[in-house]
């Protein structure tokens, strides 16, 4: 099989030509039609995260079609893999519903190689079963910037002013489920970014402009997609009392010292872990009555640096997404 590999952090991906992975019990051997590109990927192949897999095919966002093995999908089925590729079933995480928390959680495209191949093997139990309405390259983003920003906006609570901070592939559906559910959403982008701003605004954002600026109205929660630490502070500066600010990435520069008063009045500041297959279950059954529609910006498998380049430069309009079987 084809497949774009990482060797080590920092580097290109390279082309190779790789054996056909071999489904083991309880996995699926997956016919990659599609694979997201999404800002976990960068930090991945940057070295932000540490102890990956090496040599890895990254990709975690990976719609395609069973080929063999397991008991849970007949060959043919469409299914999504996501992130969360294996727990252990027996921590306390676990066994409390949190198993986004497992200790010893493994990750696709991290721990575990992902889709930027044209085939991967996946523990059945994490793989969804996609809506129809969304074709292979529409479906691929739901499954990590759909279901993190689901879960965000989830731990965002029952805010009416939502606030969101960098508005890519996550934001760009989480502003769609946010309107849907009667939401106001205010949009914060790279300064000067106008091009971000319209989009949003074509999704619903009734305000839309720069992330150090300020919206017209306070905030009741804020999620913050943008790897800046700086936003944290900035964004508690416009939250309402008993407002969260929910940090979305899985890395972030370091925030910078802030003064209590900022967090005073009972606000809150918070992360968002990874996801459940919960999630996953919830957003997939949601996105379709919305019905959430996806832009996405398509690239040749082959192309994953340019992808990856791209989205590093915040020129990714909605979500990159790979198309490795046409
Ligand atoms: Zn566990
Ligand atoms: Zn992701």
């Known amino acids: 099989m084809r497949a774009m590999v990482l060797d080590g952090p920092g580097e290109l991906l390279r082309e190779v030509e790789l054996p056909a992975p071999e489904p083991g019990r309880g996995q699926v051997l997956v016919e990659v039609a599609a694979c997201g590109v999404c800002r976990t990927d960068l930090h991945v192949v940057d070295g932000e995260l540490p102890d990956p897999k090496l040599p890895l095919v990254p990709g975690h966002q990976v719609v395609g079609r069973v080929l063999a093995g397991g008991e849970r999908f007949a060959e043919g089925d469409r299914v999504g893999v996501p992130w969360l590729g294996w727990t252990c079933g027996e921590c306390r995480y676990c066994l409390s519903g949190r198993e986004n928390l497992c200790d010893r959680a493994r990750f696709t495209g991290y721990h575990l190689d992902g889709g930027y191949a044209e085939l991967l093997v996946a523990d059945e139990r994490y793989c969804f079963p996609l809506p129809p309405?969304?074709?292979?390259?529409?479906?691929?983003?739901?499954?990590?910037?759909g279901l993190i920003g689901y879960r965000a906006l989830r731990l965002a609570g029952d805010a009416e002013r939502l606030g969101l901070y960098g508005f890519g592939a996550s934001a760009h559906i989480v502003a769609q489920v946010a309107r849907h559910e009667g939401r106001r959403v205010f949009a914060f982008t790279r300064e000067g970014d106008a091009e971000a701003q319209k989009f949003a605004r074509e999704l619903g954002a009734e305000w839309a402009g720069d992330s150090a600026g300020a919206p017209p109205e306070e905030l009741d929660a804020a999620i913050v997609f943008a790897p800046a630490g700086e936003l944290v502070p900035a964004a508690l500066a416009v939250t309402a009392k008993g407002g969260s600010v929910v940090c979305a990435g899985i890395h972030m520069s370091d925030i910078p010292s802030f003064p209590y008063e900022l967090l005073w009045g009972?606000?809150?500041?918070?992360?968002?872990a990874n996801l459940t297959r919960r999630d996953g279950e919830e957003l997939l059954a949601i996105a379709p009555r919305v019905p959430v529609r996806t832009q996405v910006e398509t690239f040749p498998l082959a192309e994953a640096n340019e992808a990856l380049a791209r989205l590093r430069?915040?020129?990714?309009?909605?979500?990159?997404?790979?198309?490795?079987?046409?």
Do not use: F, M, N, T
């Open 133 to 145: 309405g969304y074709d292979d390259l529409q479906a691929a983003p739901l499954l990590c910037a």
């Open 266 to 272: 009972e606000r809150v500041v918070r992360s968002v």
């Open 313 to 326: 430069a915040g020129q990714v309009r909605g979500a990159a997404v790979l198309a490795v079987i046409r």
